[in-house]
Nanobody, 127 residues
Framework: QVQLVESGGGSVQAGGSLKLSCRAS????????MGWFRQYPGKEREWVAL????????YYADSVKGRFTASQVNAKNTVVLQMDSLKPEDTVMYYC????????????????????WGHGTQVTVSS
């Protein structure tokens, strides 16, 4: 079992920055990769950033590349998403996710294979 607890988020004006944190506990085997997803009302959850916890790399969706940076801290128990140059269209709920190695290769295409989700944190960007 893995527990994911998000913090951060909030409100900011366009062009500003916010930082999200996700603290993980439980099985390290079950979180071979961790990442961030977001979900707009009426739409499927979409991938934002993905980190392989064994140092295998960090990947970003095109919509956030160059603006968002994901990293691991605290002996890999916490994943941070630094969001810069925020836009009003970034306004949405953000969810932390963790998956076992078998599913890490497909989570960016199919979020339904994510093994564990956090409860989500709201980000609001005003114009």
């Amino acid at each position: 079992q893995v527990q994911l607890v998000e913090s951060g988020g909030g409100s900011v004006q366009a062009g500003g920055s916010l930082k999200l944190s996700c603290r993980a506990s439980g099985s390290t085997y079950s979180r071979s990769c961790m990442g961030w997803f977001r979900q707009y009302p009426g739409k499927e959850r979409e991938w934002v950033a993905l980190i392989y916890t064994d140092g295998g790399g960090t990947y970003y969706a095109d919509s956030v590349k160059g603006r968002f940076t994901a990293s691991q801290v605290n002996a890999k128990n916490t994943v941070v998403l630094q969001m810069d140059s925020l836009k009003p269209e970034d306004t949405v709920m953000y969810y932390c996710a963790a998956a076992r190695n078998t599913y890490c290769y497909t989570v960016t295409e199919d979020p339904t294979v994510v093994n564990y989700w956090g409860h989500g944190t709201q980000v609001t960007v005003s114009s």
